[in-house]
């Protein structure tokens, strides 16, 4: 079985204190479960896109089939 995909918890860290004021506080948990989150999201993109190039016959998912799936995606989560 292969593995989740990972975001390594700095980089998630590093990303929300630049979009946010220097006086808000994020909690490590908050930001494990944010790169816990995205790790889902990208699996189940991929899962979404591999699924959606099986049905068209073909081998390899391109950008195309990404978008196809994103709205439903987004709305599921």
Do not use: W, Y
């Not at 099986?54 to 390899?60: G, P, S």
Request: glycine share 2%.
């Amino acid at each position: 079985m292969e593995d989740k995909p990972k975001f390594r918890v700095e980089v998630i860290s590093k990303i929300i204190n630049k979009h946010v004021d220097g006086k808000t506080k994020i909690q490590q948990d908050a930001v494990k479960l944010t790169a816990e989150f995205l790790g889902c999201f990208v699996e189940e993109a991929a899962h979404r896109a591999a699924v959606e190039a099986k049905a068209e016959e073909l081998l390899e998912v391109t950008p195309e089939h990404l978008e196809k799936i994103l709205p439903q995606l987004l709305l599921d989560f």
